[in-house]
């Protein structure tokens, strides 16, 4: 293998060595440090807007916890096979039809790439004028950040874990530090002020949840790197229930006492100018980071000819032409239609792990089945359908549509699976 070669390595298609492994603490930094991001500033700031604080609180919490048990399970499977997500889907889907779902994961987190990328360009514009005068160009300043984030990213998790123990800590003080200034610089008044709900809780605990639906369902991609299984479940939970809450008040709190939603706006309202300037590039870039490293994960599953480096870029290249293409404008329901769509996929998949063939996974048995599991594919489409039926209220279940379709593919996936169980335990053999 060459020096660069070597380099690049990230396990695409094989597990992790144990050798490779770290501990769960470096993990909890990379998966905080993709979710402070500026979508989820954005989102913070709308969902305050319309629940009021105590509501968003309530959804930020609620939605935190379901992230939480759902990434956990997803954390397992991956912490015990040592596989990437998208190799993990072709015992559920088959390795056919793993193509379908690893092409919408690749299109997804492309789209999150231009999301992020969108919002960087148009703070950038905000903050240089704010601080210098001098706006500049949109797309420069988009097609430059995506640029830096998407080289860093083609050395894989090595990257992603240096950028994270680099930044995160920092921006985590910074977030909390713009908490109370903006508490005691603003109309603190305003943060319990009567208000009239526009959006029930249910729909914004499922934002939340379903905002981050999509790394809870590829959670395997950094699990895989963990040394324990314990571990694994203790970063989840550190991650989503007591980091993304945190998050998105830093983003409602300024928000609610200023009155203004646009959080570099208020940052810059504040005299915040450096920090703001701090909090955009490194927010933007270690959740971009992920997000185009997850896409190329999920095409080297699918195209195992070519190195997942270049793929990284490609992915990278796409993600820019998304940003450039005003994908922005469709933010809220994009954050609601992931995880009514994938969270699906999660359930299936630990399901099938944990009670279909009990924990046996061995990526040398894939191709002794079926290029396609339909199993797969129909409960997937049930808990889609009723997630998007429960969405827009056609239907009422738990009154989360993420958490509905979440539930009734796993139950759906179960039924359809448990007369071929001892056949499709068979089919995948021993566990690695």
Excluded at 2 to 21: I, R, Y
Excluded at 256 to 269: A, S
Excluded at 343 to 363: E, M, N, S
Aim: hydrophobic share 55%.
């Amino acid at each position: 293998m060459s020096k660069l070669s070597s380099l690049v390595e990230d396990f695409s298609t094989k597990p992790v060595p144990g050798a490779q492994t770290v501990s769960a603490t470096r993990v909890a930094l990379i998966i905080i440090g993709i979710s402070i991001a500026l979508p989820a500033f954005v989102g913070g700031a709308q969902l305050g807007t319309a629940l009021g604080f105590e509501r968003a609180v309530l959804a930020f919490t609620v939605g935190g916890l379901i992230l939480s048990v759902v990434a956990s399970l997803t954390a397992l499977v991956g912490a015990q096979t040592r596989l990437s997500t998208y190799m993990i889907v072709q015992f559920a889907f088959g390795t056919g039809g793993a193509r379908l779902v690893n092409a919408i994961f690749a299109g997804t987190m492309i789209g999150w790439f231009g999301v992020n990328a969108a919002l960087f360009g148009d703070a950038m514009v905000a903050t240089v004028n704010q601080m210098y005068g001098e706006p500049g160009v949109w797309p420069l300043y988009v097609a430059g950040g995506s640029a830096l984030m998407v080289l860093t990213t083609v050395f894989g998790f090595k990257s992603l874990d240096r950028l994270s123990r680099m930044a995160v800590p920092l921006l985590l003080v910074i977030l909390i530090a713009i908490m109370g200034f903006a508490l005691s610089h603003g109309e603190s008044a305003n943060l319990f002020a009567a208000r009239t709900p526009t959006m029930s809780v249910g729909l914004g605990i499922s934002a939340v949840a379903g905002g981050s639906m999509v790394g809870a369902a590829c959670m395997p991609d950094m699990t895989r790197y963990v040394s324990s299984r314990r571990g694994a479940v203790g970063s989840m939970f550190v991650s989503y229930g007591i980091g993304a809450p945190i998050i998105l008040l830093s983003a409602t709190i300024p928000s609610l006492v200023t009155g203004e939603i646009d959080f570099m706006k208020i940052l810059l309202g504040l005299g915040l100018g450096l920090p703001a300037l701090f909090v955009l590039v490194f927010a933007t870039w270690t959740s971009n980071a992920a997000n185009v490293y997850g896409a190329g994960l999920s095409l080297a599953a699918s195209f195992r000819n070519v190195r997942s480096w270049q793929l990284t870029l490609i992915a990278g290249a796409l993600g820019t032409g998304v940003a450039l293409s005003g994908i922005i404008e469709l933010f809220m329901p994009f954050l609601i239609g992931l995880g009514v769509l994938m969270t699906p996929v999660a359930a299936i998949y630990v399901t099938d792990f944990f009670l279909v063939v009990h924990g046996k996974y061995d990526v040398a048995t894939l191709e002794r089945g079926p290029s396609i599991r339909w199993p797969g594919f129909a409960a997937w489409a049930i808990g889609s359908c009723t997630g998007l039926l429960t969405a827009s209220q056609h239907l009422t279940l738990t009154l989360i549509p993420a958490l509905d379709a979440l539930l009734l593919a796993g139950v759906v996936y179960y039924g359809l699976m448990r007369w071929r169980a001892p056949h499709r335990a068979a089919e995948c053999g021993s566990s690695s």
